[in-house]
């Protein structure tokens, strides 16, 4: 199975689209340390769940964190994607349906980050 196409918004952190378990091998092969899953479970049909992708993530000794969000964010969970960010080993792939959702946020955090400087992310 194919990794769907990501997206490397800085070389600590990348977007995706939905993963599966079976995608878990191909990006820890790549170098990813950590995986972010900011989908909530059961927005579609036949979606995985996260606790496949979290138990694959750990068999390939990935740190994993289940941060489900919907468009519209709030302060505390730009916050808590700040310390996500910060906290998990990079490099970072995080997903969510189209990467759209991941993207604004951690643009949102990135920003926080910067304005707080307490994270040191660059």
């Given at each position: ?18 993963i ?33 992708i979290?138990?694959a993530?750990k068999n ?15 302060e505390?969970?730009?916050?808590k ?39 040191g992310?660059?």
């Amino acid at each position: 199975m194919e990794l769907p196409e990501f997206f490397q918004l800085n070389p600590r952190f990348s977007s995706s689209p939905q993963i599966s378990p079976e995608h878990i091998e191909q990006i820890a092969k790549l170098g990813f340390k950590s995986i972010i899953n900011n989908r909530p479970d059961d927005e579609e049909i036949n979606q995985p769940t996260n606790q496949s992708i979290e138990i694959a993530a750990k068999n390939h000794q990935l740190a994993f964190a289940f941060h489900p969000v919907t468009s519209n964010f709030t302060e505390e969970e730009i916050y808590k994607m700040a310390e996500l960010i910060w906290q998990l080993p990079a490099p970072i792939y995080a997903f969510c349906r189209s990467g759209n959702r991941t993207t604004n946020i951690y643009y949102l955090a990135k920003k926080l980050i910067d304005e707080q400087g307490e994270f040191g992310i660059e």
